[in-house]
């Protein structure tokens, strides 16, 4: 059964701290890897897609990183803000169907204090 | 900012009455996706369309109904609402263009059916 897996389910930390967020997927075949960010009450926002041959992306204070022998991936949050506080999201796509099926993580809540 | 938009954003109704959540989008994408998700939980798939004249379900059964006339709009109907189908109601397009998978997601609309 593909799955995608995310920890941990809830996180808080202080500003300025760093952390990092985990996504454990079961997909195949796979196709690509995305980390989305959605604020309460809105729709989730891409921060970063990865493919099967790209290890690490960044995107301002946010950084991916992808292990496909693993099928592991990472977010990190350097410098943590308040309005970093939301809900990160792990996408999956296969490449078995036209429609590039997506599976989602359940997300990890993270809540950063002042 | 994503160009997509759904209203209403928020709808209380009581049970047994028929609705329409609105989406439309300004980027010209021809895929479009409703997605339903409970707070902490993952998002599922309920309907999607490749184009005009193309809808299709998705993984989650649902008793709503889809329709895309034209490229830019995609409303989904509840014929007779019921407490079960409270949740959050999220809207999605995407470019079909290779390379251009990432999802644009709508603010959402948050549904109460008492």
């Known amino acids: 059964k593909n799955q995608v897996e995310q920890s941990p389910q809830s996180l808080i930390i202080l500003e300025g701290k760093n952390c990092t967020l985990q996504?454990?997927?079961?997909?195949?075949?796979?196709?690509?890897l995305r980390w989305y960010k959605q604020d309460t009450g809105r729709g989730p926002v891409s921060l970063t897609i990865?493919?099967?041959?790209?290890n690490t992306k960044s995107n301002r204070r946010y950084t991916a990183t992808l292990d496909a022998d693993t099928k592991q991936s990472s977010l990190h949050i350097t410098a943590s803000q308040l309005s970093d506080s939301a809900s990160y999201i792990c996408v999956v796509s296969d490449r078995g169907s036209t429609l590039g099926r997506l599976y989602f993580g359940r997300g990890t809540q993270l809540t950063v204090w002042p | 900012e994503a160009d997509i938009y759904q209203t209403p954003r928020y709808l209380v109704i009581g049970t047994g009455k028929k609705i329409t959540l609105e989406c439309s989008q300004t980027m010209g994408h021809d895929k479009m996706y409703w997605y339903q998700q409970d707070p902490g939980m993952e998002l599922h798939l309920i309907h999607y369309?490749?184009?005009?004249?193309?809808?299709e379900k998705g993984d989650l059964s649902s008793e709503s109904t889809v329709s895309r006339i034209r490229t830019e709009h995609f409303p989904l109907t509840l014929e007779s609402a019921r407490p079960s189908h409270t949740s959050q109601y999220l809207c999605?397009?995407?470019?079909?263009?290779?390379?251009?998978?990432?999802?644009?997601f709508g603010p959402g609309t948050r549904l109460l059916v008492l």
């Open positions: 996504c454990n997927y079961t997909v195949s075949p796979f196709s690509n």
């Open positions: 990865m493919t099967f041959s790209e």
């Open positions: 999605a397009s995407s470019d079909t263009r290779p390379g251009s998978e990432t999802q644009y």
């Open positions: 369309s490749y184009g005009v004249n193309s809808t």
